[in-house]
């Protein structure tokens, strides 16, 4: 019965652990998929606004001349490589989609190098009629829309790819379930097993001893056959000493006779 009791336990903590494994390791692509929506779209939008600030300070500081609004221009354009460098490599990372932000990058350069920069000249050298022409074409508001849809274009294939991620995560998570319910049956039916083999032995064993006892009371005078023993355990230690009574019992007919 302990070994019976031993051999279930050891298969229920075999099935525990695999499980347990298998659910840590969906909720860490789960946490994966959630860190990564949120540090995408954090990313995503930080960069975009960053180059909206950038056009926005340049246009603020010709209406106000306001240093203040050509310095944030100066930060903005500072920092804008470092962040777009934090979200390719956490594209990359993840779902190895990083070329959908090279037009961003080439978007951006396009920008600076046509619009924000020659601005920029422009108003550090006084350049009124440059200015004009750089402030009234739609070239600049042109480029930002175009980048716009870029960064749109790139979160909604992320999303779409973040969505086929939950989907198999699902389906993981159904197959996991499907395991669960099958690994428990499986349990029943070893253990049902286990324990009719058991007490099927005991059971059969304590008969033998009971039909050689009832035997002993009703048929005398002829010889007892010896029970086998079925067991390794208590029950045998039963059988053996009802064998040591029929060997007696077969001797003390043997000298009646």
């Known amino acids: 019965i302990t070994s019976g009791y031993v051999i279930l336990i050891v298969c229920i903590a075999i099935s525990t652990i695999l499980l347990n494994t298998q659910i840590t390791k969906l909720q860490e692509e789960r946490n994966g998929i959630i860190q990564y929506d949120s540090g995408m779209?954090?990313?995503?939008?930080?960069?975009?606004?960053?180059?909206?600030?950038?056009?926005?300070?340049?246009?603020?500081?010709?209406?106000?001349?306001?240093?203040?609004?050509?310095?944030?221009?100066y930060e903005e354009l500072a920092t804008w490589e470092s962040n777009y460098a934090e979200l390719t490599n956490l594209v990359q990372d993840y779902s190895g989609n990083e070329k959908l932000l090279e037009p961003i990058y080439s978007g951006i350069l396009n920008w600076i190098d046509t619009v924000g920069e020659p601005l920029n000249d422009a108003i550090l050298n006084n350049n009124d009629e440059q200015v004009a022409i750089l402030i009234d074409g739609t070239q600049s508001s042109n480029a930002i829309m175009s980048l716009q849809e870029g960064f749109s274009t790139f979160r909604n294939s992320e999303t779409a790819a973040i969505q086929d991620k939950i989907t198999e995560l699902n389906n993981k998570n159904t197959n996991l379930t499907f395991i669960l319910f099958f690994s428990l049956f499986v349990l029943a039916i070893i253990t049902i097993v286990i324990f009719t083999i058991i007490s099927r032995k005991i059971s059969s064993s304590i008969k033998d001893v009971t039909s050689a006892i009832e035997d002993i009371n009703t048929n005398e005078g002829h010889?007892?056959?010896?029970?086998?023993?079925?067991?390794?355990?208590?029950?045998?230690?039963?059988?053996?000493?009802?064998?040591?009574?029929?060997?007696?019992?077969?001797?003390?007919?043997?000298?009646?006779?």
């Open 223 to 257: 010889a007892y056959t010896q029970l086998v023993v079925r067991t390794n355990d208590e029950v045998q230690d039963l059988v053996q000493v009802a064998n040591e009574l029929l060997q007696t019992m077969n001797a003390r007919n043997w000298f009646q006779k």
């Open 41 to 73: 779209r954090t990313l995503s939008n930080t960069l975009e606004r960053q180059i909206i600030k950038m056009e926005s300070n340049l246009n603020r500081f010709l209406i106000t001349d306001n240093q203040t609004y050509l310095q944030n221009y």
